[in-house]
């Protein structure tokens, strides 16, 4: 078993045929088939199920691809650091669900530090992804946040994962919606309200095989329902469609990517506690110390 044949095995997954993974990675198909036919054999297990019809992966293939992830992604680490001539940068990474102020808690970092020369990064990602990069020490703080439907299942991912979970704020539910939209002017509005409109919210699906809803009311039966894993199409469909999206209300003027949203008070309650997690056993580096000491600026549970 080699990197390589982990990275074609991830190709493979992502992709909708065998096909379009060799042209993605600039490998012949029969190469790529024999490739990962003897990485199967040497594991002896089935990755992929081959028909007909296409590839699909096994119940042993989504397990073996969730080690694989992990495993390519502290080989790029190594890579980055010690083979690009990069071993002389500072380095600070956050994961993060979609909340604008732990990207302004980022920002005051790099500004209030300034080094020199870093490689820094902000991911904007899945819950289960979030937790999966501070578990594997790719990012050294995370953001989440979870509400009743999915306390439960959250927590014991923080536990297994050797995190610690800090609250920062509990917020109430409100629905987004664009400015011309014909809600706007409501100061509060129902679901049933909602009702006749399409309800935009982040797609959580997880090759893991479970759902960790970042939205509140993730349980409730919408009529109309689309779901999408990037934020710039999200705001195109709130606001082509007349849609919207349910959140906490924390927009402000300095979020420019928002501006043109509106948030109106739900009538349903759901509230979503926000906080940030950590790994327990390890030390905070000095940009994930003033990263924490930014977050706690917004901290508003004691």
């Known amino acids: 078993m080699n990197i390589t044949q982990l990275k074609y095995v991830l190709a493979i997954a992502g992709s909708s045929?065998?096909?379009?993974?060799s042209t993605k990675l600039f490998v012949s198909q029969p190469a790529l088939s024999a490739s990962v036919r003897d990485l199967e054999d040497e594991l002896g297990i089935l990755i992929f199920d081959r028909t007909n019809k296409g590839?699909?992966?096994?119940?042993?293939?989504?397990e073996f691809v969730e080690y694989a992830k992990k495993a390519v992604g502290q080989y790029a680490v190594l890579e980055d650091r010690y083979l690009a001539g990069n071993g002389d940068k500072d380095r600070f990474s956050?994961?993060?669900?979609?909340?604008?102020?732990?990207?302004?808690?980022?920002?005051?970092?790099?500004?209030?530090m300034d080094p020199e020369r870093y490689v820094f990064s902000f991911r904007e990602t899945k819950t289960k992804e979030v937790l999966d990069d501070v578990g594997a020490l790719r990012s050294e703080v995370g953001i989440v946040s979870f509400s009743a439907a999915g306390e439960d299942l959250l927590k014991k991912l923080i536990r297994d994962n050797r995190l610690q979970f800090v609250p920062l704020m509990r917020r109430d539910t409100y629905a987004y919606v664009w400015k011309?939209?014909?809600?706007?002017?409501?100061?509060?509005?129902?679901?049933?309200?909602?009702?006749?409109?399409?309800?935009?919210s982040f797609d959580q699906s997880s090759d893991a095989g479970f759902y960790l809803p970042e939205e509140a009311m993730a349980?409730?039966?919408?009529?109309?329902?689309?779901?999408?894993?990037?934020r710039a199409t999200s705001m195109e469909l709130i606001a082509g469609l007349n849609g919207y999206s349910i959140g906490c209300g924390m927009?402000?003027?300095?979020?420019?990517?928002?501006?043109?949203?509106?948030?109106?008070?739900?009538k349903e309650e759901d509230p979503l506690t926000i906080g940030f997690i950590t790994?327990?056993?390890?030390?905070?580096?000095?940009?994930?110390?003033?990263y924490v000491e930014e977050l706690e600026k917004y901290k508003e549970i004691q």
């Open 17 to 21: 045929s065998m096909r379009e993974a």
């Open 55 to 62: 590839i699909a992966l096994t119940d042993q293939g989504r």
């Open 94 to 112: 956050v994961s993060s669900q979609h909340y604008n102020f732990a990207i302004r808690a980022f920002m005051a970092v790099v500004r209030r």
């Open 180 to 200: 011309d939209h014909p809600l706007a002017g409501e100061k509060t509005v129902s679901l049933e309200d909602l009702r006749t409109y399409p309800c935009i």
């Open 219 to 230: 349980d409730y039966a919408f009529e109309k329902s689309i779901k999408s894993d990037d």
């Open 251 to 266: 927009l402000s003027e300095e979020d420019a990517v928002l501006k043109g949203l509106v948030s109106i008070k739900l």
């Open 279 to 290: 790994r327990k056993d390890c030390v905070l580096s000095r940009y994930g110390r003033a």
